[in-house]
């Protein structure tokens, strides 16, 4: 069975300052996809990033990357230079197979706080 | 807004009564999900529609639960005789249903309280 695991309930970082959050997972299939998604007080999810499990480089959107380490099973989220916004939940979810069927199974979340 | 829709966005209820949320998915995305999020934890899948056909359902919607998504476009999902374990936040998600979809859209859920 699927399994994400995010060991970190709460970060704290300063404005302008990097911080990684951590997701590993576990699965049995070769084919998987990886995602981050946001989601602030407001209730939505917001898509981050996505890291297919046969990309051989480290996804990147803007501030967002996603430091993939296949043999290590894990799937970290880098932001850089954090913003107030940033201030959110952050959700690591998996995706078995390549079908595009969007079933997610996701981890528990890290609370980043960002303070000025 | 071409985002995907949720309503109500909050819904208080009384144990027993029966509730029903609705999901509007950005246009022309044919594949449309449905999760749960209970405090605390990550969204959980319940059920999956590829246009009207219902594909998959988790064991998590019990025979109390009933989605459906009539012409393909909005989704309705129905909890008869709530119990205080559903409260949740109900969230409705959209994809394009082409070959590899590398992202869902999700909407800013239904928050369900159940009294």
């Known amino acids: 069975a699927q399994k994400i695991t995010q060991t970190q309930p709460g970060m704290f970082v300063q404005e302008k300052e990097a911080v990684t959050l951590d997701c590993t997972y576990d699965?049995?299939?070769?084919?998987?996809?990886l995602f981050w998604y946001k989601q602030p007080s407001s209730g939505e999810m917001i898509f981050l990033i996505y890291?297919?499990?046969?990309?051989?480089q480290n996804a990147t959107e803007g501030r967002y990357s996603l430091n993939f380490q296949k043999a290590r099973k894990s799937a970290n989220l880098v932001i850089s230079a954090s913003q107030l916004g940033d201030s959110a939940m952050y959700f690591c979810?998996?995706?078995?197979?390549?079908?595009?069927?969007?079933?997610?199974?996701f981890g528990t979340g890290t609370r980043l706080l960002v303070s000025p | 807004d071409t985002g995907v829709s949720q309503n109500p966005r909050h819904k208080i209820t009384k144990r027993g009564q029966n509730v029903t949320f609705r999901c509007d998915p950005i246009s022309e995305h044919n594949r449309l999900y449905w999760y749960r999020q209970t405090l605390g934890q990550g969204p959980e899948f319940l059920t999956y529609f590829q246009n009207e056909a219902q594909l998959e359902k988790s064991r998590l919607l019990s025979d109390r639960f009933s989605a459906e998504r009539p012409k393909g476009s909005f989704s309705t999902l129905e909890i008869q005789r709530t119990e205080q374990g559903d409260s949740a936040m109900y969230l409705c998600?959209?994809?394009?249903?082409?070959?590899?979809?590398?992202?869902?859209?999700f909407g800013q859920g239904t928050r369900l309280t159940v009294v």
């Open positions: 979810a998996m995706r078995e197979g390549d079908t595009g069927f969007q079933k997610l199974v």
């Open positions: 699965t049995s299939d070769q084919s998987y996809g």
């Open positions: 998600a959209s994809s394009p249903g082409t070959a590899l979809d590398t992202e869902a859209f």
């Open positions: 890291q297919g499990s046969y990309d051989e």
